[in-house]
């Protein structure tokens, strides 16, 4: 069946830098691939989703990147905040029809002051 | 918040039981979906619905069933068949099959004793 892969599972950064976090994904035929983010005891919640007729998607400090020919995609996110603390998922979905959102098994990124 | 409600937030239930979880929701949306929460394994899909009187299993299905009898309400019973059924449920749901951004509930997290 469908599967995602989210890498890495915990990621821990300075106040600052940089973070990157990467999937991929199994299902050729996917073309929708939204980032959601779930801070501690709360609901996920959406933050950036690109599909497959862009390569790349920036909002402010995030950034999402897709290479459908190698089935991977990436968030990135710069000049990291305390407040960026949290669990990242990525997913992957084929819009249209009998769609269904499948999760990666998520990221959690600590960002230090 | 989010026009999206599960209850109740807090399940406890005896080994042997089934027991029903509660997903409502006021945003006119056409899909809903469950998935289940564990630790370090991400979001995993339980069951999903695009339309009323229509659920397709998703890739943890056994030991659970759903209806879709409503459009707002799709509820998930867990069954005694189910082995491991104490974990962190969530309801989401996204507008129709094209605009696949989902909408979380705030979950409830089960407990077998």
């Known amino acids: 069946g469908e599967n995602v892969e989210q890498h890495p599972s915990t990621l821990s950064v300075q106040e600052g830098d940089s973070a990157v976090i990467k999937c991929t994904y199994s299902?050729?035929?996917?073309?929708?691939f939204p980032w959601y983010k779930q801070e501690l005891g709360k609901r996920p919640q959406l933050i950036i989703d690109i599909r497959s007729n862009v390569g790349e998607k920036k909002d402010q400090r995030i950034a999402v990147t897709l290479n459908k020919t190698a089935k991977h995609f990436s968030l990135h996110i710069t000049e990291t905040q305390p407040e960026d603390s949290a669990v990242y998922f990525c997913?992957?979905?084929?819009?249209?029809?009998?769609?269904?959102?499948?999760f990666g098994a998520g990221t959690r990124l600590a960002v230090h002051p | 918040d989010g026009g999206i409600t599960q209850s109740p937030k807090y399940l406890f239930r005896k080994e042997g039981q089934n027991v029903t979880l509660s997903c409502e929701q006021n945003?006119?949306?056409?899909?809903m979906y469950w998935y289940r929460q564990d630790p370090g394994q991400g979001l995993r899909l339980i069951y999903y619905?695009?339309?009323?009187?229509?659920?397709q299993k998703g890739d943890i299905a056994e030991g659970y069933s759903v209806s879709r009898e409503k459009k707002e309400s799709f509820p998930l019973t867990v069954t005694s068949a189910q082995k491991n059924p104490t974990a962190f449920y969530l309801c989401?749901?996204?507008?129709?099959?094209?605009?696949?951004?989902?909408?979380f509930g705030q979950g409830t997290r089960l407990t077998v004793v």
């Open positions: 945003l006119n949306h056409d899909a």
């Open positions: 299902d050729s035929a996917s073309n929708y």
């Open positions: 619905s695009q339309i009323v009187n229509d659920f």
């Open positions: 989401a749901s996204s507008m129709d099959s094209l605009n696949t951004e989902a909408f």
């Open positions: 997913a992957a979905a084929r819009v249209g029809g009998y769609n269904k959102l499948i």
